[in-house]
């Protein structure tokens, strides 16, 4: 059973920075795709970052340039570092795992990021 654990949102003034991190359990971390998805009201659930061991990570266009995707294998972790905060980026964040095999998603409960002066 794969379970994900998000921390690290919060309420931020624009220009301003947040760092999420993700713990996963299990055993399939090293062997998925971890990317990190935003909601915002009214709207789709949407990729922001995605990552896969050996391959360069990939951005949404509106983050590019402001914010990072980084995983520890070792810690069963994924971060997104989140800079020059734009009030658009207010969402609710979740992380994900997919199985790079079974392609089977997991997603984790989802932490509030609110940009707001």
């Known amino acids: 059973q794969v379970q994900l654990v998000e921390s690290g949102g919060g309420l931020v003034q624009p220009g301003g920075s947040l760092r999420l991190s993700c713990i996963a359990s299990g055993s399939i971390f090293s062997i998925s795709t971890r990317g990190w998805y935003r909601q915002a009201p009214g709207k789709q659930r949407e990729l922001v970052a995605a990552?896969?061991?050996?391959?360069?990570?990939n951005y949404a266009d509106s983050v590019k340039g402001r914010f990072t995707i980084s995983a520890d294998n070792a810690k069963n972790t994924v971060y997104l570092e989140m800079n020059s905060l734009k009030p658009e980026d207010t969402a609710v964040y979740y992380c994900?795992?997919?199985?790079?095999?079974?392609?089977?998603?997991?997603w984790g409960q989802g932490t509030q990021v609110t940009v707001s002066s």
């Open positions: 990552i896969t061991s050996g391959s360069p990570p």
């Open positions: 994900s795992l997919q199985h790079l095999i079974s392609r089977v998603r997991y």
